[in-house]
């Protein structure tokens, strides 16, 4: 297995302060320099074993309607990435170091396919991005919530034998989909792999103010 860790890019103006609350999906409640706080949380997904009260987390300043927007939060010993308006960036960096993509010359972004818009057109090969931000048992899992688009997206790429690219923001030794939480996608996923679509999962460390990618991570048996 390649082995290695490439810094992708850096974020700038980051703060700490300590989760309280989400009153929604979209919006977390936190304290910094003993105020409460708003922020906006970008990742939809239910985050429960790393968005609780009392965790720490990194953010900036939004340029939307809250003052502030969370971008990672720390579990243990690592940085969580949660801003998923990030892994498109994160994917298109990572594309440099691994083989897979080293002969692509055209490029093209948030691309029109079937009933769905894609992540990426690769020489005319799309190509989906999903972040993981759930592990258990050192197995990475998505999703960790419910998805019918995320399900729409696999079987539009198995119909356009496409790609689809998992970025792993946590410590894991293998990544499955996530069956119990949705059959679904899980059951497409399984149908993808069985079809010969090309299933890429790199693992995606955030260090400090720094993105890197890391290696490759083994599919489980699923």
Same mark, same amino acid.
């Given at each position: 297995?390649?082995? &290695?860790?490439?810094?992708? !890019?850096?974020?700038?103006?980051?703060?700490?302060?300590?989760? &309280?609350?989400?009153?929604?999906?979209?919006? *977390? =409640?936190?304290?910094?320099?003993?105020?409460?706080?708003?922020?906006? %949380?970008?990742?939809? *997904?239910?985050?429960?074993?790393?968005?609780?009260?009392?965790?720490?987390?990194?953010?900036?300043?939004?340029?939307?309607?809250?003052?502030?927007?969370?971008?990672?939060?720390?579990?243990?010993? =690592?940085?969580?990435?949660?801003?998923?308006?990030?892994?498109?960036?994160?994917?298109?960096?990572?594309? +440099?170091?691994?083989? =897979?993509?080293?002969?692509?010359?055209?490029?093209?972004?948030?691309?029109?396919?079937?009933?769905?818009?894609?992540? !990426?057109? $690769?020489?005319?090969?799309? $190509? +989906?991005?999903?972040?993981?931000?759930?592990?258990?048992?050192? %197995?990475?899992?998505?999703?960790?919530?419910?998805? =019918?688009?995320?399900?729409?997206?696999?079987?539009?790429?198995?119909?356009?034998?496409? %790609?689809?690219? !998992?970025?792993?923001?946590?410590?894991?030794?293998?990544?499955?989909?996530?069956?119990?939480?949705?059959?679904?996608?899980? #059951?497409?996923?399984?149908?993808?792999?069985?079809?010969? &679509?090309?299933?890429?999962?790199? #693992?995606?460390?955030?260090?400090?103010?720094?993105?890197?990618?890391?290696?490759? %991570?083994?599919?489980?048996?699923?």
């Amino acid at each position: 297995m390649n082995n &290695i860790k490439q810094a992708l !890019f850096k974020i700038n103006n980051l703060m700490k302060g300590t989760f &309280i609350s989400r009153p929604n999906r979209f919006i *977390g =409640e936190i304290r910094h320099n003993e105020k409460v706080e708003t922020a906006h %949380i970008h990742d939809p *997904g239910r985050l429960k074993e790393l968005l609780f009260e009392g965790a720490e987390v990194l953010f900036t300043h939004s340029k939307g309607k809250l003052k502030y927007y969370i971008k990672a939060v720390r579990n243990l010993d =690592e940085w969580v990435l949660i801003d998923t308006a990030l892994h498109s960036r994160i994917a298109q960096k990572a594309f +440099e170091f691994l083989p =897979e993509f080293s002969k692509v010359k055209d490029i093209k972004r948030e691309v029109k396919l079937g009933s769905s818009r894609i992540d !990426f057109l $690769l020489d005319n090969v799309p $190509l +989906e991005v999903k972040g993981v931000t759930l592990v258990k048992n050192d %197995i990475a899992l998505f999703p960790d919530a419910p998805t =019918e688009r995320g399900a729409r997206h696999v079987k539009e790429i198995i119909k356009h034998n496409g %790609i689809i690219f !998992f970025l792993i923001f946590r410590n894991a030794k293998l990544f499955a989909p996530n069956l119990e939480m949705d059959p679904k996608f899980s #059951q497409n996923l399984s149908e993808a792999r069985k079809k010969g &679509i090309k299933i890429i999962t790199a #693992q995606i460390k955030f260090e400090g103010n720094i993105i890197y990618y890391c290696k490759k %991570i083994p599919l489980a048996d699923f």
